[in-house]
């Protein structure tokens, strides 16, 4: 009895360890990280990107199936487009959701098929992709290894990447519901926001005019990208990958002759959301590693005709044209300058800095919807 007992103790034990090894491995990964090199060509190497995740939807209410791209960005959480998971008020059927993925029909050791609990979108879907974005909490966490890994979210206060290298990878889906069998990637630029008119020119949908919307350069065949397709960003001073985008509907033609722009969801317009929702945060970036997007000022010569000094001291003064403004002005001597905050932030009149509109009065939190499993 002795011995079976002392056998018992020194199991559980090296159990525990075990856990306790496992979970220490999970707390060291870093976001943005791949073990592989970036390599030329069009096909991805397995695990050059091993945040990319493998959805199978079945449409609700018919036979339809199709697949969407998702985003690791934390060993429970993936990132994908809301249409995906969505449609018409009615949650779409969830298949199978593959981390570590490349051939979607292949059976390897890297691939795990996981299972989710809760879907969470944005309420009220803009009908020109606004908002489009979803999060979907796994069961439980994911195993991270070479070809799973998340990626990093972008702070908010990040260079806008305008003309920038980014890469797209997925699957793709076709109009004739053919999907590739193995993961793809493309190489573009960030060419436009949504605020401006050439997404809108080139691409015949609109009008929209929305700081959450970019697009890529109309140059890329689109067979190798579709819906929750992630834009990858790899910082050379941080050697690490950002996610800047979540593609909506995709022009979707097999001959790569429609050369349009694809439309993206912006991460940073949504950080608050993902916050919420995922408990995930940007990483810590000095500011002198990276672009950022600099407060920028005006004379009185450019400023809106609404705002004046005349009786005001001289000092930080919110726009009082708005609740939740990224615009502030300062007054000096009588004279007063205009100062805009950076991408994804809004002025906090309390404290007088630009901080997370979650955590100023004014911003009304975006409303969502929380889809349970069970």
């Known amino acids: 009895m002795v011995k079976h007992f002392t056998f ?10 075990c856990l306790v090894l496992n979970r220490s491995q999970q707390q060291q990964v870093e976001c943005g990280r791949s073990k592989l090199p970036m390599e030329s060509g069009s096909e991805a190497e397995p695990g050059e990107f091993p945040w990319m995740v493998h959805l199978l939807i079945q449409q609700n209410g018919d036979d339809e199936w199709f697949s969407c791209s998702g985003t690791l960005i934390s060993d429970s959480h993936v990132l994908t487009a809301a249409q995906c998971v969505h449609k018409e008020n009615r949650l779409n059927s969830i298949s199978s959701i593959t981390l ?16 989710w609990k809760i879907i969470t ?52 889906q076709h109009n004739d519901s053919t999907t590739n069998l193995i993961l793809y990637k493309s190489d573009t630029v960030l060419s436009s926001f ?5 997404c809108q020119k ?24 579709g819906s929750g397709t992630p834009m990858n960003h790899y910082n050379k001073e941080l050697d690490r990958w950002f996610v800047l985008g979540v593609a909506g509907k995709v022009d979707a033609s097999t001959d790569c002759q429609s050369n349009k722009p694809i439309l993206f969801t912006r991460v940073t317009s949504q950080l608050d959301f993902l ?3 995922s408990d995930v945060t940007p990483p810590y970036v000095n500011d002198t590693t990276v672009k950022t997007t ?20 001289d000092g930080y003064h919110p726009d009082a044209s708005s609740s939740c403004s990224k615009t502030f002005y300062m ?32 911003c009304n939190p975006k409303n969502f919807i929380i889809i349970n499993k069970n």
């Open 121 to 172: 979108i944005p309420a009220g879907l803009g009908h020109y992709m606004v908002n489009d974005i979803a999060v979907i909490t796994l069961t439980k966490p994911a195993y991270f290894t070479d070809h799973v890994q998340p990626i990093c979210l972008p702070p908010a206060r990040f260079y806008n990447y305008m003309n920038e290298s980014v890469v797209l990878t997925g699957w793709g």
């Open 275 to 277: 916050l919420k929702h």
């Open 100 to 115: 570590g993925a490349h051939g979607i029909r292949a059976d390897s050791n890297s691939m795990q098929i996981v299972d």
């Open 294 to 313: 600099e407060a920028t000022t005006t004379t009185t010569t450019s400023k809106p005709p609404t705002f004046s000094c005349a009786g005001k001291l």
């Open 331 to 362: 007054c000096s001597h009588g004279r007063d300058y205009t100062f805009t905050c950076g991408e994804g932030l809004a002025y906090r009149t309390d404290i007088r800095v630009c901080d997370w509109p979650s955590n100023v009065a004014g």
């Open 194 to 198: 949504g605020t401006e008119d050439q």
């Open 202 to 225: 080139e691409t015949g949908i609109g009008p929209f005019s929305d700081e959450s919307i970019i697009c890529t350069h109309a140059s890329i065949c689109h067979r190798y990208v």
């Open 8 to 17: 018992v103790q020194f199991y559980l034990h090296n159990l525990i360890i």
